[in-house]
């Protein structure tokens, strides 16, 4: 099956200095990886996904980057605010399951601290 | 914007007992999903539902658990035998034809 490693596990910031989480997968077959912003006691939210066939997406502060031949991608905030501090979870989805509704396989989290 | 919804927010159970866990996915979803999440730890998949069967489980999904659409709205996990193990906090998510995959609140689990 998916594994997905997650890199650092916490990572403390300047606010508006900018954040980078990388996380690396292990399964060729998976075409789809979502980033979930998760706030203590909350449920998981999305905040931006690329599927395989592209290389960089962006969507104001927040950008993700995927090197599908090493199998790594990354996340990119830029101008940390303090509402940015939480706990995000990269994942991966399970395209070898063959099916249509793919589980995912999430990393172990990274606890984003923006210091004022 | 419609949401997953999830009953109970809180559940406690004493060991050997069975829960059954509730959600209701947004309307229009097709794919429906259990995951569950130990405190302090990562969310980890269970179970995927499609077309009324069930399409991909997990390691963790044995036989005490099971999953049931029994009408057009609800979508539930049942863990017939709960261990203390069990305890976690344990979302249902949907989506539509777009991968996108829509977290419910939860339900925390307390096995005592």
């Known amino acids: 099956g998916e594994n997905v490693e997650q890199h650092p596990s916490t990572l403390s910031v300047q606010e508006g200095d900018s954040a980078v989480i990388k996380c690396t997968y292990s399964?060729?077959?998976?075409?789809?990886f979502p980033w979930y912003k998760q706030e203590l006691g909350k449920r998981p939210q999305l905040i931006i996904d690329?599927?395989?066939?592209?290389g960089e997406k962006k969507d104001q502060r927040i950008a993700v980057t995927l090197n599908k031949t090493a199998k790594h991608f990354s996340l990119h905030i830029t101008e940390t605010q303090p509402e940015d501090s939480a706990v995000y979870f990269c994942a991966a989805n399970h395209g070898y399951s063959g099916g249509g509704a793919d589980g995912l396989t999430f990393g172990k989290g990274t606890h984003l601290i923006i210091q004022p | 914007e419609p949401e997953v919804t999830q009953t109970p927010s809180h559940q406690v159970t004493q060991m050997g007992q069975e829960v059954i866990l509730r959600c209701v996915p947004i309307s229009n979803h097709l794919y429906f999903y259990w995951y569950r999440q130990i405190l302090g730890q990562k969310v980890e998949f269970l179970v995927s539902?499609?077309?009324?069967?069930?399409?991909?489980k997990s390691e963790i999904f044995d036989d005490q658990f099971s999953v049931e659409r029994p009408d057009g709205s609800n979508f539930t996990l049942k863990i017939r035998s709960t261990k203390l193990e069990d305890s976690a906090m344990y979302f249902c998510?949907?989506?539509?034809?777009?991968?996108?995959?829509?977290f419910g609140p939860g339900t925390r689990l307390l096995v005592l």
């Open positions: 399964d060729s077959a998976s075409n789809y």
């Open positions: 539902f499609y077309n009324n069967e069930i399409s991909e």
């Open positions: 690329i599927r395989s066939n592209v």
């Open positions: 998510a949907s989506r539509s034809e777009a991968e996108t995959q829509y």
